[in-house]
């Protein structure tokens, strides 16, 4: 039977094929260190906990709840982007609650993208980021960039050939997966790129408190009138370690915002009323929470860069995000990403997500998350530097078993 249309445009799932061999290995009893998924392994705070489990006594939060977020949850966003980039937010009209950042980008696809509208997007990137609008009808072109100053041009170079014009631009800084970071005078350059070009911007901020060194990645809205032409997405789950609470927003520009809540409205009646009080009582805290998540990432990227290149594979300090990008070692860079995958899954007992799962272009790199606590970062150093060591002295022998199956 044909596949739905929609389905047809989407490709395998990249991941699924590492999930699927990570679980047969653990089936099998290999106690395998899942560095793959981006997912927290640290516990929610206490205090949210705790506010969670008192609002959820009162049987009124029990009813259906606000599809663009309970009041004082939107203004708590907004009061704290007050606080952390200076930016003032009418949380009436600019600010509307999600589930989830992911969710928040594909609604936002649905309500701005006609058949055909070519949107630019950053390859390598987080899948969602392009196939929520492929999802759409929209048309994805792929920019192979950075946030330097080969960025305007190649975005000029895709206003050039793409017709019709492209109707938006995606940035994400600290970008997921390749954990590089825009300055604000980047984002500068954007904006009045965008303005002149006529073109939306849509901003994923998903990583902002995720930081190290001292310096604190911006927010595009910081740059004077960004908001005319911009929407950014924030998530809680890295922030505050919410992963499953999916709690999200979109901020900025209140046509986009209205449209992004006007089509939320048909699908959704918003998170569990008691899970936004206590996103809004982590938003209103003192920031304590949101330092002790990054010391402890800080802490595991230091172990991991240290580790990795003492068992032989070089890791490139991420200045920010839970993740390394790390380049495949030369001698499997021909094999690909996935198949590189495979072989830490099948020989060092480490999983990692393969970088073509992120873009084409992504395929000379695995991403590597942070999400084991030192401990276990170390022993995957271990179980690597074995697996190096042995494919060095028998060649023939790093190719998946996979392959002869």
Not at 10 to 33: T, W
Not at 254 to 280: H, M, N, W
Not at 301 to 317: E, H, L, S
């Amino acid at each position: 039977m044909e596949e739905f249309h929609k389905v047809r445009r989407l490709p395998p799932y990249v991941f699924e094929q590492v999930n699927r061999l990570k679980a047969s290995a653990r089936s099998r009893g290999a106690d395998i260190i899942d560095l793959g998924m981006g997912n927290p392994d640290l516990p929610t705070p206490k205090a949210i906990v705790d506010k969670l489990c008192e609002v959820v006594r009162d049987p009124r939060t029990h009813r259906y709840s606000s599809s663009r977020g309970i009041p004082g949850l939107r203004r708590a966003q907004a009061a704290y982007y007050q606080r952390r980039f200076g930016v003032k937010l009418n949380p009436d009209t600019q600010v509307v609650a999600t589930l989830g950042s992911k969710e928040g980008f594909a609604n936002m696809a649905q309500a701005i993208t006609a058949p055909g509208d070519v949107i630019l997007c950053p390859n390598p990137t987080y899948p969602i980021h392009a196939f929520g609008f492929i999802m759409s009808g929209g048309v994805i072109r792929s920019l192979q960039v950075e946030p330097d100053d080969g960025f305007i041009p190649a975005v000029e170079r895709g206003i050039r050939h793409s017709i019709p014009k492209p109707l938006a631009l995606i940035l994400n800084y600290p970008s997921n997966p390749t954990a590089l970071v825009a300055s604000l005078d980047f984002y500068k350059d954007v904006v009045a790129f965008a303005k002149k070009n006529d073109i939306i911007i849509l901003s994923d901020l998903a990583y902002s408190e995720i930081y190290f060194d001292g310096n604190p990645p911006p927010s595009v809205l910081e740059v004077p009138g960004a908001i005319d032409v911009c929407v950014e997405f924030t998530s809680m789950s890295k922030t505050f370690s919410m992963p499953g609470w999916r709690m999200g927003f979109a901020v900025g520009n209140e046509r986009l915002i209205s449209a992004l809540t006007r089509v939320k409205s048909y699908l959704d009646y918003g998170a569990f009323t008691p899970i936004q009080v206590a996103a809004a009582h982590a938003l209103n805290g003192d920031g304590a929470d949101i330092a002790e998540v990054r010391d402890i990432y800080h802490k595991r990227r230091d172990v991991m860069v240290d580790a990795f290149g003492r068992a032989g594979w070089t890791i490139p300090a991420p200045a920010a995000s839970m993740f390394a990008w790390a380049p495949i070692p030369e001698p499997f860079r021909h094999l690909g990403s996935l198949e590189f995958s495979k072989l830490l899954i099948e020989h060092a007992d480490v999983a990692v997500a393969p970088g073509v799962g992120f873009g084409e272009h992504g395929d000379d790199f695995v991403r590597v998350a942070l999400v084991e606590n030192e401990h276990r970062i170390r022993q995957a150093a271990r179980n690597i530097k074995r697996f190096l060591a042995t494919s060095a002295k028998q060649p023939n022998n790093v190719v998946p078993l996979s392959a002869h199956r």
